[in-house]
């Protein structure tokens, strides 16, 4: 049997929501259809599942309730015509036909999808077959949502695939520059946003190519789909994209064993006593910020030589792995003292952004330890390298770049008995560090002596 329903994920309190309906055959058929209306969720909620108005509601938008029954009419017809002739029952052909029922004659270039719409596609198709997981999906649906707002910006709202060319595509590149130029002037595209999240400066031409290379890849499934004969980008012509796609670095930037230990030992008001304990716990294990405010004692294991170790599933790449091998890291003696008194607990990880947020109050302890040693940084706007303090750059960033670097300083180079060539595969076919050799390892990099603990993470031995 056949059920048209209204689809929504929206949160409580959302505004300007674009209506979604799903039509469902059993388990047979699952298909969605995103339409143009838009509503508040309070107003949606007044819908029931069938798109009639819940019992007892008297006051709603009438011309709304129209207009939904109107696009449900639509995709039962679309339906019916797709199921007598036979056609795949994808989201695509759904919605290309549903445009057929509702403009009879209609230019060639109409029935190809959108670009807003099909790029929306391709991620949740990506996110389905695990191409790559839901957190990166993310990121790329950022780059989507400003796409769309581009568009409806420079009144290309309806443009194709084939149409968005590489002018169209430089143009969205300065787009992404500039996006904070345009909040004023169309207000009503960024009334949902939070005030932390409107586009308030230049982005770094490292943000931009860094998004720029998500859009790339869009346009690269199309043309291996043969949807597109080539890609904006390949247009470009080789020059142009090397400069377009081109990532500049900074000289690395992390603290100094000695600044670390600093960090650790300094009296800092008790305010900030758990950003330290966030901070050097982060450092130790030098994963994500992502990742870290998920480790909870669950994570924490102890191997068969009594070496206390965290363990988890990066949420990056979730979903996208060639294997579903966890990140494995033994646990220095200092971090273990702070898991073993807070149990995670870290209520300075609660709020991560923000004038009172991790990445402020690391600044504000960087600064009380007075970490003032100067670092170039490149500035955009000036073309030229400002020497800022290292405590101005306090984040969580800085604590995984610090532990990589105080790994990298205790590394044996694998290469240097001179019996392969640098990069050779063997190196790594014959040899594996075992966790009693990172921990070691770690212990070395952060002057720790080694020690051993039971199952119930009791010290047994040092």
């Keep these: 049997m056949v059920r048209i329903t209204i689809f929504t994920r929206a949160s409580s309190g959302k505004k300007n929501i674009k209506i979604r309906l799903r039509l469902t055959e059993g388990r047979r058929v699952d298909l969605y259809h995103k339409t143009d209306l838009r509503a508040d969720l309070e107003e949606i909620e007044k819908y029931g599942a069938n798109g009639n108005m819940v019992e007892g509601v008297r006051v709603y938008d009438h011309l709304l309730y129209e207009k939904v029954k109107d696009e449900m009419h639509y995709m039962e017809k679309a339906f019916d015509k797709m199921t007598k002739e036979g056609m795949d029952m994808t989201n695509e052909i759904f919605e290309r036909v549903i445009l057929e029922m509702k403009n009879p004659v209609v230019e060639v270039r109409r029935i190809e999808p959108g670009i807003v719409s099909r790029f929306h596609l391709y991620i949740d198709n990506a996110v389905r077959d695990g191409v790559f997981g839901e957190n990166r999906a993310k990121h790329i649906r950022v780059v989507c949502d400003k796409l769309e707002r581009f568009l409806i910006i420079k009144g290309l709202s309806q443009m194709t695939i084939t149409e968005f060319d590489q002018d169209v595509l430089m143009e969205f590149r300065q787009f992404i520059f500039d996006e904070y130029t345009y909040v004023d002037g169309n207000k009503r595209l960024y009334k949902d946003f939070k005030p932390k999240n409107l586009p ?60 670390f230990f600093k960090v650790m030992t300094a009296k800092i008001p008790a305010s900030l006593e758990s950003t330290r304990d ?185």
């Design 200 to 259: 308030k400066e230049r982005l770094s031409a490292n943000t931009v190519v860094s998004q720029m290379k998500m859009l790339q890849t869009f346009f690269t499934d199309l043309e291996n789909r043969d949807e597109i004969n080539k890609s904006p980008f390949r247009r470009l012509g080789a020059d142009r994209k090397k400069t377009v796609m081109k990532t500049l670095y900074d000289d690395p930037v992390f603290l100094r064993k000695d600044e």
């Design 278 to 462: 966030a901070f050097v716990l982060q450092t130790a294990f030098g994963c994500r910020v992502g990742d870290f405010i998920h480790l909870s004692m669950d994570n924490v294991a102890v191997s068969d030589d009594h070496i206390p170790y965290i363990h988890y599933l990066p949420h990056k790449t979730a979903g996208a792995q060639d294997s579903n091998s966890e990140v494995i890291t033994p646990i220095a003696r200092f971090a273990f003292d702070i898991i073993k008194r807070t149990g995670f607990d870290l209520p300075a990880l609660k709020n991560l952004y923000g004038e009172n947020g991790y990445n402020a109050r690391i600044k504000g302890i960087l600064s009380i330890c007075k970490i003032n040693r100067k670092v170039p940084i490149f500035d955009e706007s000036e073309k030229r390298n400002v020497y800022l303090s290292v405590s101005s750059l306090g984040s969580s960033k800085l604590a995984r770049k610090t532990h990589v670097d105080l790994m990298n300083k205790v590394q044996i180079d694998m290469y240097a008995a001179g019996l392969h060539k640098v990069g050779s595969a063997a190196v790594n076919r014959y040899t594996a560090l075992e966790l009693k050799d990172r921990f070691a390892l770690i212990n070395l990099a952060f002057d720790q002596k080694p020690y051993k603990v039971d199952t119930e993470l009791n010290i047994i031995g040092e």
